[in-house]
C-alpha cells in the first residue's frame, strides 16, 4: 500500500508540473520555427536581437475559456494535492480520499473541455489571416491532452486508495 501512495503521490506532481508547463509555455500553436502562438501570448522571433517579441493575443469568448479552463484546472489539482496531504494526516485509518479523487477528476474534465475548445474553434481562437495548414499544434496542447487521462486515471486511484498505518 505503502508503494501505491507513493506512485500515486509522484504521479499527482507529475500532473501538476505538466499542466503548469502546459497553461503557461508558448507553444500551443507552431506557424513557423520563428512565431508561436499560446494562450496568453502570440510571439516572434526577431533574427537580429535574438529574442522573441511577444504581444497580448486578441480578446476572443473561445481563448477566454480555454484560458479560464486551464487556470481552473491547476487550481482543482492544486487543491487535490493540498487537500490530498491534508488528509494523509489528519484522517482516521481506514478513510477513503473521495474529495482528493474529485478534485483531480475535475481536473481533468476541465483540461479535456479546454483542449476540445481549442481543437474544434482554432480558427476563430487565431484568428490570422493565414491558413491554418501552415501551421501545427505545439508541444503544450499535446502535453495538455496528455495530462487528461493522467488526471482522470490519478483521480480514480485517490477515490479507491484507503488510509492505512
Not at 509555455?25 to 537580429?48: G, P, Q, R
Not at 491558413?131 to 477515490?159: K, N, Q, R
Request: aromatic share 16%; proline share 1%; charged share 10%.
Amino acid at each position: 500500500m505503502a508503494l501505491l501512495l507513493m506512485f500515486v503521490t509522484v504521479l499527482h506532481l507529475v500532473t501538476l508540473a505538466m499542466l503548469f508547463i502546459s497553461t503557461l509555455e508558448k507553444s500551443w500553436w507552431v506557424w513557423a520555427d520563428s512565431e508561436i502562438t499560446d494562450l496568453w501570448y502570440n510571439c516572434f522571433h526577431d533574427n537580429v536581437t535574438g529574442s522573441w517579441l511577444c504581444t497580448s493575443t486578441n480578446d476572443n469568448d473561445w481563448l477566454q475559456s480555454v484560458q479560464a479552463l486551464m487556470v481552473l484546472s491547476v487550481v482543482f489539482s492544486s487543491i487535490s494535492f493540498l487537500v490530498f496531504l491534508g488528509q494523509l494526516f489528519t484522517m482516521s485509518t481506514g478513510g477513503l480520499f473521495y474529495f482528493t479523487g474529485l478534485c483531480q477528476i475535475f481536473a481533468g474534465f476541465t483540461t479535456f473541455a479546454a483542449c476540445l475548445i481549442f481543437t474544434f474553434h482554432r480558427k476563430d481562437i487565431l484568428e490570422s489571416s493565414r491558413e491554418l495548414s501552415t501551421g501545427h499544434f505545439g508541444f503544450c496542447f499535446i502535453l495538455a491532452w496528455m495530462c487528461v487521462p493522467l488526471l482522470l486515471v490519478s483521480g480514480l486511484l485517490y477515490v479507491h486508495l484507503r488510509k492505512k498505518q
